[in-house]
């Protein structure tokens, strides 16, 4: 068991630390244990009023920002609660990152996908590698689940993966990383990872970061990192890895010291894809890098696994030094990501997809490569979340009045704010575009009997895509997380449309 001294040794301290055992480190109150050590982060909540409780509870010391904190457990006082956290993480779990080639993925779009595809390569080339995402962690043969709206793991957590990897031989490890994850210094720390990448930056998150160039500030955090020292056991040269068609290429070049790769279509990139083939049943191209030239194919469709296939390959074989054919295998092995352009097919006569895409360029992304796939109507099924960047809301209508034939406007993780609220401001968007309500788009609150409709306007060969929720587990209604699977969804739809068995349409609170 080590000590609270040893957990902080290294760690600038605002007060004296005493030295005594810590048998676990929370930041959620209702978790707390005898012995542990409780910090009292302050972001969307003040932890420091449920002092009273981890006392009750047996906590050990509490560590936060507050001064003049009177406890009869010692408080330790830090300049930053989440560092100081991310730094006795890594301690307590004595610093596995050490011991692991890190490779972080961040963006807006294609997280999961691009870390998919570097962990199949990574595979491909014969390297005992683990991977944590949104949708699951992959620790050897273990599959565990990161939760219902995860999105980067606490510190104690990813940690925990981290030595959990180190400790079954693994020697790579990728993580998704978010940009709150990154703002809030959750997972890994950014001085532990060998090899950044970024697939794109677009408009996401602006009710957290509140402007595009904080929001980027964040994302960077991950690149400045590579700058950090820290002792690795089997070092390897820094990598930052760049979209060169994205917005973001240019400040995050300047903004790390480490050496880099560019990826992209453009003819000045270290690594570009030439001769695109985008069919229904795959999606080819030849990936031109220093030293290599390869056909590549996936079963990920849409271009812009193009862009998601590059950046893999230029964090593996530029980064990593693996064979170009071994990064041509891994992306051909990937079949498919969780709720990513996953087909629903129960033997309907037009396609029906699931996917995550759930932001303004994602959106666009996804329809675009929908169109592509079938010579039918595309029918769009999405919301926009609550509490969240109120802009897209209006923008991804107007997306959708755009490029789908049809658009069908639903709930998506209201949360406190009203749902019809939320459907008149994208039903605004909409209109604003020439859609016509009850013509080319509808309102339909609850999202089973969106997708039921959606179903009802589909013709032979037309294409039926929900959008916004993927892989997710829950929805998030006033505070209550309800169970809910798009997928899951999709199949009791069809199940009915069909008059086949089927799964029961999930219950939300929505539903008549």
């Given amino acids: 068991m080590p000590s609270l001294a040893q957990l902080l040794s290294g760690h600038p301290t605002l007060s004296p630390v005493p030295d005594i055992p810590i048998s676990g480190v929370q930041v959620d109150s209702r978790l707390v244990q005898p012995g542990d050590l409780f910090v009292a982060v302050i ?32 408080h330790i006082r830090v300049a930053d609660d989440r560092a100081a956290l991310a730094h006795a993480a890594a301690m307590f779990h004595g610093q596995p990152a050490r011991d692991l080639t890190l490779l972080g993925v961040t963006g807006t779009d294609g997280k999961t996908t691009t870390s998919n595809f570097l962990y199949h390569i990574l595979q ?72 950044a990448v970024v697939t794109n930056i677009t408009h996401e998150h602006l009710d957290y970061h509140g402007s595009y160039d904080e929001y980027l500030a964040a994302k960077a955090r991950l690149f400045e990192g590579l700058s950090e020292p820290f002792e690795k056991t089997h070092p390897i040269e820094r990598l930052a890895v760049l979209n060169r068609d994205d917005r973001s290429y240019e400040p995050l070049r300047a903004r790390t010291a480490a050496r880099q790769a560019v990826y992209g279509l453009s003819a000045d990139a270290d690594v570009r894809a030439v001769d695109i083939q985008n069919a229904p049943e795959a999606l080819r191209f030849t990936a031109v890098g220093p030293g290599f030239q390869m056909p590549v194919e996936t079963r990920m469709f849409g271009n812009y696994n193009v862009y998601n296939a590059l950046a893999a390959i230029s964090a593996s074989v530029v980064g990593l030094g693996v064979a170009p054919e071994a990064a041509a295998e891994g992306i051909r092995a990937l079949a498919g990501v969780p709720g990513r352009m996953e087909r629903i097919d129960l033997g309907q006569d037009f396609t029906a997809i699931v ?158």
């Avoid at 400790?167 to 978010?178: K, N, P, R, S």
């Avoid at 587990?473 to 068995?501: H, K, N, P, V």
């Fill in 355 to 512: 996917d995550f895409a759930h932001t303004p360029f994602a959106l666009q992304a996804a329809l675009e490569a929908g169109r592509r796939i079938t010579r039918g109507k595309v029918i769009a099924v999405f919301g926009s979340a609550g509490l969240r960047d109120k802009a897209k809301r209006r923008m991804m209508a107007e997306t959708s009045i755009e490029l789908a034939d049809y658009t069908v406007l639903t709930a998506e993780d209201p949360r406190t704010e009203s749902l019809d609220g939320i459907l008149a401001e994208m039903a605004a968007g909409a209109e604003a575009k020439g859609g016509v309500e009850g013509k080319t788009f509808w309102r339909v609150p609850d999202r089973g009997e969106a997708i039921r409709f959606a179903l009802t306007l589909a013709q032979p060969g037309d294409l039926v895509m929900a959008l916004g929720k993927g892989h997710e587990q829950s929805m998030c209604f006033i505070e209550t997380e309800y169970a809910w699977d798009d997928r899951t969804a999709m199949r009791a739809a069809l199940s009915e449309y069909l008059g086949l068995a089927g799964p029961p349409m999930p219950a939300l609170p929505t539903q008549e």
């Fill in 124 to 195: 491909a080339a014969g390297l005992k590698a683990g991977i944590v995402t949104t949708v699951n962690a992959l620790i050897g043969a273990e599959v565990l689940d990161t939760g219902f709206h995860v999105t980067t793991p606490e510190a104690m957590d990813a940690q925990g993966y981290l030595r959990r990897m180190a400790d079954a031989g693994l020697t790579h490890a990728v993580l998704e990383m978010t940009s709150h994850g990154l703002a809030q210094q959750r997972g890994a720390r950014a001085c532990e990872f060998d090899i």
């Fill in 43 to 74: 972001d969307t909540v003040d932890r420091y009023k449920f002092i009273d409780q981890v006392v009750a509870r047996g906590a050990a010391a509490v560590l936060g920002e507050k001064e003049s904190v009177e406890l009869r457990i010692p």
